[in-house]
């Protein structure tokens, strides 16, 4: 089966399009990449995001404007993908949407809300789309997140020791695959949400990011300001648990300096990006990985990167490149698995995961142009992710 997988996460400064075809193999699902893309967001569609993001207050008359814009923006990159990865054939869509809130309350999820009406891709593509992937665990008793752990885990059984795969976008998380245990997969708490937060507030607006960790890299360490973050009961919590920019954004930033003075920017930006490093640090730590593979935006800035080699002194740091997962790309592609799962009849959660009570099928499918035919149901779920890497030139 051929499928597209599409995701925006918390920095929503893109929609990232995957390609991949999927089969099952008895227990190993065998994946084949096709290849992936980066769309960006036009800017008025990004500006409303932000706008509409906690702590801000907004309208329904905005909800649906974002949920019919983001609808359209994701439809665009479906059928790039399509046309440009696809050679125009494909089997499915899954699209994850744009989180705009994730409902928290002591550490139990009320509810997750993801926009970008799915309609739109559907009419786009005309093929079938797999959509709200997240709500299924949520009513399930769990955290709807981080939903990767799936792939993640599948991918992870073919490594020794204790693996983890970290990935670094506006929140980073782990999967952990112990020996002799379930898969534990959590929200270790910001990436690159409070960095781009303060990079905006103290530019102005005139940058997002802080490109290849520059001004980090400029400041020092406050150990002040890290010891009043760090003080954040989150980071306590036991897993599975996750949180979101609902938690971590400018206004949170603000009461921590306001309680620890940090006068330079960039002495801000050293201590955010440390921040990341040790809450990442102890996390792994805490369950005895060996082994770090890493994805997301984040592993683009040398400073983080660094940061979290000198926290995790002996464990091996790879990107998912090494594994044959693009790191810019993972994301996307394992939520194109868990669609896949998903018409086959079979669950893409793990409860040890998420904190369900049970392993649901996720999602919500919209038709495409063709009358809906899901694929026979699957004998057995999958234990092992073989990816099946191109062939060298010779």
Known sequence: MRVIGLMSGTSYDAIEAAAADL??????LRLRPLGHLSVPYPDELRDLIGATLPPATTTTQAVCALDTGVGQAFACAAARALRELCDGSADLVVSHGQTVHHWVEDGTVRGTLQLGQPAWIAEATGLPVVADLRSR????GGQGAPLVGMTDTLLLRALPGTPAALNLGGIANVTVLAPGAEPLAFDTGPANALLDAAVRHFTGGAATYDEDGRRAAAGRTSQELLRAL????????PAPKSTGKEHFHLPYLQRALAAAPTPDPDDVLATL??????????ACRAHGVTELVVSGGGTRNPVLMRMIGEELPGVRLRPSDDLGLPSDAKEALAFAVLGFLTV???PGTLPSGTGARRATLLGSITPGAAPLRLPE???????LLHVDRPALPS
């Open 137 to 140: 665990d949520v009513a399930a």
């Open 230 to 237: 760090l003080d954040d009961p989150y980071y306590h919590r």
């Open 273 to 282: 990006t440390r921040l990341t490093a040790v809450t990442v640090a102890d």
């Open 377 to 383: 149901p699957a004998a057995q779920p999958p234990r």
């Open 344 to 346: 086959h009849g079979l």
């Open 23 to 28: 089969a099952l193999e008895g227990d190993t």
